[in-house]
């Protein structure tokens, strides 16, 4: 069955405003197993669970044509809005119900999504809509983020965990899902050529803006946020304080090393 967590708009608008682009080590890794997989032509990548476009965009220098799926009206909208990619278009539609005849798709992604899917519904239409040699890369990142500032790495990392265990109880199992690496989805690939890369570290320079910014992204949060809005808002406020305090800085400009550990499903289906 399809969640439905990401529909609202005001939730959409915050994940184009927040969410960032896939990191370039990712991207590479990525394009380079499908070089060495099935090589040129690149005509067609299909984004699924594009959100507001993040890696749907970053793909297009590579491909003919990239399309970005999404079953959220909101979040495929904010994803036209942003202009100057002529090769991208836009779909609302669901991962498992797939809009593209047999043996037409070289690279298929999914970008902190796939945990959302039907296991099986997913996988069926992957392997009908890839071409033979055409490849599958399912990444996001786990939830053992840290932040680092020049002497203070525990206290803001104790800050990100309070902020984590009071989200916990908000937390689908679907997340719980993408915080075990796709494990489960990993197995299910029938290819045999297949690989789970579990840690590619990452290091982002984020504003105090950004981290509360990205945290308001979070499917917890905004539960949490329409459980309690009083103390979901409250949460956000004194995060940001708190971290203000302790780089003793005023503005929420400041910047803080952000580590995040990527993960990578990559798998090739045979000829
Ligand atoms: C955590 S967001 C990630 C969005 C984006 N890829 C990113 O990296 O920021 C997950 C997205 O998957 C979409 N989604 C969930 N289930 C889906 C399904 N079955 N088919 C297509 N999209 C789905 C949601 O609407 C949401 O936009």
Same mark, same amino acid.
């Given at each position: 069955m399809?969640?439905?967590?990401?529909?609202?708009?005001? +939730?959409?608008?915050l994940?184009?405003?927040?969410?960032?682009?896939?990191?370039?080590?990712?991207?590479?890794l990525?394009?380079?197993?499908?070089?060495?997989?099935k090589?040129?032509? +690149?005509?067609l990548?299909v984004?699924?669970?594009?959100?507001?476009?993040?890696?749907?965009?970053?793909l297009?220098?590579?491909?003919?044509?990239?399309?970005?799926?999404?079953?959220?009206?909101?979040q495929?909208?904010e994803?036209r809005?942003?202009?100057?990619?002529?090769?991208?278009?836009y779909r609302?539609g *669901? #991962?498992e119900n797939l809009?593209?005849?047999?043996g037409?798709?070289?690279?298929?992604?999914?970008?902190?999504?796939a945990h959302?899917f039907?296991?099986e519904? %997913?996988?069926?239409?992957?392997?009908?809509v890839?071409?033979? +040699?055409?490849?599958? #890369?399912?990444?996001?990142?786990?939830?053992?983020?840290k932040m +680092?500032h020049?002497?203070?790495?525990d206290?803001?990392?104790?800050?990100y965990?309070?902020?984590?265990?009071i989200?916990?109880?908000y937390?689908? *199992?679907?997340?719980?899902?993408?915080?075990?690496k796709l494990?489960?989805? %990993?197995? @299910?690939?029938?290819f045999?050529?297949?690989?789970?890369?579990?840690?590619?570290?990452?290091?982002?320079?984020l504003?105090?803006?950004?981290?509360?910014g990205f945290?308001q992204?979070?499917s917890m949060?905004?539960a949490?946020?329409r459980a309690?809005p009083n #103390? #979901?808002t409250?949460?956000?406020?004194?995060t940001?304080?708190?971290?203000l305090?302790?780089?003793?800085?005023?503005?929420?400009? @400041?910047?803080?090393?952000?580590i995040?550990e990527y %993960?990578c499903?990559?798998?090739?289906?045979p000829?």
């Open positions: 399809t969640c439905r967590m990401f529909e609202d708009k005001q +939730h959409a608008s994940y184009q405003k927040y969410r960032f682009d896939p990191p370039d080590e990712l991207k590479e990525i394009l380079q197993y499908l070089e060495k997989k090589g040129k032509p +690149h005509q990548a984004d699924l669970g594009c959100g507001t476009g993040q890696n749907s965009r970053s297009t220098p590579y491909f003919q044509q990239v399309v970005g799926i999404d079953v959220s009206e909101s495929v909208e994803a809005a942003v202009p100057g990619f002529p090769n991208l278009s609302v *669901t #991962a809009p593209f005849p047999d037409s798709v070289d690279l298929l992604t999914a970008a902190s999504a959302w039907d296991t519904g %997913f996988i069926k239409e992957a392997v009908r890839l071409k033979p +040699h055409g490849c599958l #890369a399912l990444f996001g990142y786990g939830d053992n983020m +680092h020049e002497s203070c790495g206290q803001l990392n104790n800050i965990e309070e902020v984590k265990q989200l916990l109880p937390t689908s *199992t679907r997340v719980t899902g993408a915080n075990s494990k489960d989805l %990993f197995e @299910a690939i029938p045999p050529d297949k690989e789970r890369i579990e840690i590619i570290p990452i290091k982002l320079q504003s105090i803006k950004n981290v509360t945290i992204t979070f949060y905004q949490y946020l309690d #103390a #979901a409250a949460l956000l406020e004194k940001a304080s708190r971290i305090d302790e780089l003793k800085v005023s503005s929420t400009e @400041a910047k803080v090393d952000f995040m %993960f499903v990559l798998a090739c289906k000829e």
